[in-house]
């Protein structure tokens, strides 16, 4: 038995269980967003802005994904919404299985929108269908304008990319027109976003645009 | 067969290639370093400026590792320097494997010493020994302070810390005593340097301990 023939059967096992995820999902009119990006691109800040924004408009629940700590639950709590943490002890993604689990300890009763914040990796989490409706990138300037190109498939993967910490452009070595140009060649039906947590830059456009297709979802 | 069954095969294999690549470099006399960091937190900008330090100091060799693109070694290739660019096509990590390969196309002969630039990701490349003397991680202040504590394998395997873009630390929700402590409280045994791949600030030190680290384990 080869580890291709493994490799393909934890996918194919990943892929029923997401599909009951979302069956879950839509039973109860959750919509569900998987956010994923490299460490430190800026995830639990989008979601702390996101809260912010629409936790008066939405009924929402959050599931934390990490490799070691609970500090982006602790975050996310202070916020008053139901949420999850996840520690994957190593592990370089979340996977379908771990959300069953985590949807054990949190009530989609009435929860409108879950986020799920993966792990900081922009390669892994890719292939990992959770049950989620759509995933959203994010990429912070800071990375520079070639991460489309050089990580193709989580770009290829998600409905929406924010391009986070906008207001670090003056500063860094990136080509705004270049990155959004990058990531169309690889996805042109991806939804662009530029927002700044610092400033709060592009927040309302994406929060805006976030509740408009969860309700639509749904219509 | 249990998938983890296989996976410790898989490591194990790698273990076993590891050890040979190892002895080739012992063989001849090449130091060989690892470098890893989430995708963007500037390993190529390093190398960059390394190479423009120590080229005329050392007879030095690179491997680049990408999942797509051969951006990076032709950025290295203009130093004039020996480069393979390893695209693993999805892959979230180099393995010994690959790099055996690729030393089938890079001549050690009189090389002193070798980078390898990992796949941008701060979780896999963690578990898979390439046969390297030492892992170098780089960590970017954009990134936050939390990182070493949220992705503790990575700091712990590794030799030396270069926070990087210390230039960008006015502008960023980072505290740099905090970052440290945080990544030596994983690893009391770090060498932390400070770096800026615009200014070049703290690239000379950084080049003063690799080339004698490199040069030290051949006495």
């Known amino acids: 038995m080869s580890v291709v023939t493994i490799e393909r059967k934890v996918l194919e096992k990943n892929d029923e269980l997401a599909a ?84 054990g300890n949190i009530g989609l009763n009435g929860i409108q929108l879950l986020v799920i914040e993966n792990v900081g990796n922009l390669v892994c989490p890719a292939n990992y269908d959770l049950g989620e409706h759509i995933k959203v990138v994010v990429a912070s300037t800071t990375e520079g304008d070639d991460k489309p190109l050089k990580y193709p498939t989580m770009f290829r993967n998600a409905s929406a990319l924010l391009i986070n910490k906008i207001d670090l452009l003056p500063y860094v070595n990136c080509n705004l027109a270049e990155l959004k140009t990058n990531a169309l060649k690889i996805n042109p039906n991806l939804e662009v976003f530029e927002t700044s947590c610092t400033t709060n830059y592009g927040i309302a456009e994406w929060c805006h645009w976030l509740e408009k297709t969860s309700r639509e979802y749904y219509k």
């Open 20 to 103: 009951k995820n979302r069956e879950l999902f839509q039973h109860h009119g959750a919509f569900v967003v998987n956010i994923v990006s490299s460490p430190g691109s800026g995830k639990t800040s989008i979601l702390e802005r996101t809260l912010e924004h629409l936790k008066d408009k939405l009924r929402i629940a959050v599931i934390e994904g990490d490799v070691q700590t609970d500090f982006d639950a602790q975050r996310v709590a202070k916020f008053d919404v139901p949420v999850v943490q996840i520690i994957t002890n190593g592990g370089c993604h979340l996977d379908a299985k771990l959300v069953q689990d985590a949807l």
